[in-house]
C-alpha cells in the first residue's frame, strides 16, 4: 500500500515555539499556514486516495480539509497520529527537547515518569501501520496529515533517518513524503 504523510502547515505555536499535543487547546494554521497548505493542495491535486486520516488536532484537519477540497472524501480522525504527549504542553519546545537532551537515554525517557516517550511513540506508529495493514488493501493510496514527530517516526521506520535525527531535526511544515507499507 502507498502512504503519503505530511506535517501540517505552520501554526500559531509554531510560530511561538510552543509545544501542543492537547486537541482542546486551540492551535490553528497562521495566514502563512493557509498558504503553506494551498500550496500542498496542488502538489497532491492528481493523487488518488482511498481515504485520508488526521490526528485530533485542529491544525491537522485544517490543512487536510485544504488538500481535500480536490478529493471530496471523508477525513478520518484517528487518534495514533495525534502528536507526541510528552508532558510540555504550552510550553516552549526549546524547554522540551532541552529536559529530553540531558537524559541518560533520550528515547525512552517519560517525562516525570508518567508522559509518553520517544519510543512510546514509535509504538503507537507501529500499531497505527498495523491498523493500515489490517484495514485496506495492497493497492490502496492513504494520506495522513499528522505532525513533526510522526512524520519523523515514519521516516526513521523506513530507514531514511536515524534516531539522531529524529530527535534533532523538525520536519518541515506542509511537506509530504512517500512510504510503501507492506
Known amino acids: 500500500m502507498r ?3 505530511t506535517r501540517h502547515a505552520e501554526t500559531n505555536y509554531n510560530v511561538k515555539d510552543l509545544v501542543n499535543y492537547d486537541p482542546n ?4 494554521l497562521t495566514e502563512n499556514g493557509v498558504k503553506q497548505a494551498e500550496k500542498l493542495a496542488e502538489q497532491l ?7 485520508i486520516y488526521i490526528s485530533r488536532l485542529k491544525r491537522t484537519k485544517q490543512t487536510a480539509e485544504i488538500i481535500n477540497r480536490y478529493h471530496g472524501l471523508d ?5 495514533l497520529l495525534d502528536d507526541t504527549r510528552n508532558g510540555f504542553e504550552g510550553r516552549p519546545y526549546s524547554e522540551a527537547k532541552g529536559w529530553r537532551d ?7 525517557a517519560r517525562y516525570m515518569d508518567k508522559y509518553e516517550s520517544v519510543s512510546d511513540m514509535t509504538n503507537r506508529v507501529h500499531k497505527f501501520l498495523d491498523y493500515l495493514r489490517e484495514h485496506h488493501h495492497d493497492d490502496d493510496t ?33 511537506t509530504y513524503y512517500e512510504f510503501n507499507i507492506d
Open 3 to 5: 502512504l503519503i504523510a
Open 102 to 108: 540531558v537524559q541518560p537515554d533520550p528515547a525512552t
Open 25 to 28: 487547546v486551540d492551535v490553528h
Open 45 to 51: 491535486k492528481d493523487f488518488s486516495f482511498d481515504v
Open 75 to 79: 477525513l478520518v480522525i484517528n487518534e
Open 142 to 174: 492513504i494520506l495522513i496529515v499528522t505532525s513533526s514527530h510522526l512524520i519523523k517516526q515514519l521516516r526513521m521506520l523506513n530507514g531514511e533517518i536515524t534516531i539522531q535525527e529524529l530527535l534533532n531535526a523538525p520536519a518541515k511544515h506542509a
